[in-house]
């Protein structure tokens, strides 16, 4: 399974109703670390595809997630289940530490 890009429109469906954990990425092109953590995030996507959905916010384009998350250094890495927020990393992070924050 792919990632799943976030705007303002599906993330209530793809996240908040999901019901399967969701690791959001919340990043931007421009930034050197992010770009770092691409490789993983879509790692994780392929390896969890239907135990785990995992998702990215553009900042740049959709800017009103951002907000709403308190969302101020990127990458910002946050892990959904239920609808709420159970975990949240600030910075570079590799495969393992990401497949961890999930605690599949």
């Known amino acids: 399974m792919d990632e799943i890009e976030l705007f ?12 399967l954990p969701v690791l959001v990425d919340f990043w931007a092109p421009w930034c050197g670390p992010c770009r770092a953590a691409a490789p993983a995030v879509a790692e994780l996507a392929e390896e969890l595809a239907g135990r785990a959905k995992v998702c990215k916010v553009n900042v740049d384009e959709a800017p009103e997630l951002a907000s709403e998350f308190e969302v101020m250094n990127i990458p910002t890495f946050m892990v959904f289940k239920d609808g709420e927020c159970v975990g949240r990393e600030v910075g570079f992070r590799g495969k393992n530490s990401l497949t961890a924050l999930l605690r599949l």
Do not use: D, P, R, T
């Open 8 to 19: 303002a429109e599906n993330f209530h469906e793809e996240v908040i109703n999901s019901e």
